[in-house]
């Protein structure tokens, strides 16, 4: 990949999709920022997106999950994320996606290096290293949905 990833963030807390998105330009991505579901289809049909990261839990009770769908649908090759504070995700949800990552039991270091795995020609910025007591629980999820990019 010769230009800079273009990673999806959906989110309808505002704040924390704009800290995850200078997050991900820090290392290297372009981020387009959605709050919705409508939102996130339209910057996937106005943009070139590599790569999306979804919360589960949206506005007005949306959720990541049938976003997710839309998206398998519209874009089959399209790597998702879905990145949810409910420890207690639905499995149907979790099958939506390529990565599970529950938030306060992983941190940045662990997102970015799964958007790597799955976008297996991107190199993001270098990060520091980290110390073996900063390791987070291993308990994220990485499902290969066996296709290449």
Do not use: W
């Not at 704040?15 to 998105?21: F, P, Q």
Request: one cysteine or more; proline letters at 6%.
């Amino acid at each position: 990949m010769s230009r800079k990833p273009k990673i999806l963030c959906v989110d309808d807390k505002i704040e924390n999709v704009r800290i995850r998105a200078m997050l991900l330009e820090q290392f290297g991505c372009e981020a387009v920022i959605a709050s919705d579901h409508n939102s996130a289809l339209r910057a996937c049909t106005e943009n070139s997106i590599d790569l999306a990261v979804l919360d589960y839990h949206l506005a007005r009770g949306e959720n990541g999950e049938d976003l997710a769908r839309d998206l398998r649908v519209m874009y089959p090759k399209l790597p998702l994320i879905m990145l949810t504070g409910d420890p207690e995700l639905p499995g149907s949800a979790a099958e939506t996606v390529d990565a599970v990552l529950v938030k306060g039991q992983c941190n940045p270091r662990v997102l970015l290096d799964i958007i790597e795995q799955l976008l297996l020609n991107a190199t993001l910025a270098a990060r520091p290293p980290m110390s073996v007591s900063r390791l987070e629980n291993p308990k994220q999820e990485i499902r290969k949905r066996g296709k290449s990019r």
